[in-house]
């Protein structure tokens, strides 16, 4: 497996489900995104990691709740979400030559492929 | 706070011309403007990274050009083919001062583009 990975492709999910999405990495990079795009809006980011501390939050429901085990993988953890929560995630790597701090360091962001969430 | 704004919405062209697609923006303070290209139900795919000292930036049939002063990039494809037909989307990357002074990457909404064969 090459660049960015993520599964499942596609999930469909009741309001009363928990469900995770997962993200994996294999460029060796060191700073790992969560994105939101949903349909006729500019793609939202939600989640930064950074040498796997979490270093940005944008306001994200606790609904939705991240995990970076390690510097190759991403987890999203989904928990009673709601119909206007229906939207691709997109997840992201990008290698940070900085520690902590700057978290984009102003290097390209590789995208995986994105997970079509459509929650009934 | 940092808006980028991408229009025409949609654009279609006939296979062969030579097209401009424009993404502006009101932070002129960008450490980097990126181009994507996102296919219907894919990610998004990046195409081009200009960083704030570059004016230009190119790859094959591609190329992306920036303007701080004047808030603008645009994206000019060559010879245009019906695999180009995709969304494409433009991000400025900025520094965040509602949020500690992180860096935060803003994208316009897209322009979709159909390339008629």
């Known amino acids: 497996e090459t660049g960015v990975t993520q599964t499942p492709r596609h999930l469909v999910m009741g309001m009363t489900n928990k469900k995770s999405l997962k993200c994996e990495q294999h460029?060796?990079?060191?700073?790992m995104y969560w994105y939101k795009q949903s349909a006729k809006k500019p793609l939202e980011l939600m989640f930064v990691y950074s040498l796997e501390e979490r270093v940005e939050n944008n306001s994200v429901p606790s609904r939705f709740s991240p995990e970076c085990p390690n510097s190759s993988h991403l987890f999203l953890h989904l928990h009673t979400l709601q119909p206007e929560d229906s939207a691709l995630y997109l997840c992201a790597s990008s290698q940070d030559p900085g520690a902590g701090g700057a978290i984009f360091s102003y290097n390209e962001q590789f995208f995986g492929p994105g997970t079509r969430l459509t929650v009934l | 706070k940092q808006e980028v704004t991408q229009i025409p919405a949609a654009l279609s062209v006939p296979e062969g011309e030579n097209l401009v697609l424009n993404c502006s923006f009101t932070?002129?303070?960008?450490?980097?403007l990126q181009w994507f290209r996102q296919d219907p139900g894919k990610g998004l795919t990046s195409l081009l990274l200009?960083?704030?000292?570059?004016r230009e930036q190119t790859s094959g049939r591609l190329n992306a050009s920036l303007d701080k002063s004047s808030g603008r990039s645009t994206l000019y494809i060559a010879a245009s083919q019906p695999g180009d037909s995709a969304t494409y989307l433009c991000?400025?990357?900025?520094?965040?001062?509602?949020?500690?002074?992180?860096?935060?990457?803003?994208f316009g909404t897209g322009t979709r583009l159909t390339i008629i064969p």
């Open positions: 460029l060796g990079h060191n700073a």
């Open positions: 991000a400025a990357l900025t520094q965040d001062i509602s949020n500690f002074g992180n860096e935060k990457l803003t």
């Open positions: 200009i960083q704030s000292s570059q």
């Open positions: 932070d002129s303070a960008i450490y980097n």
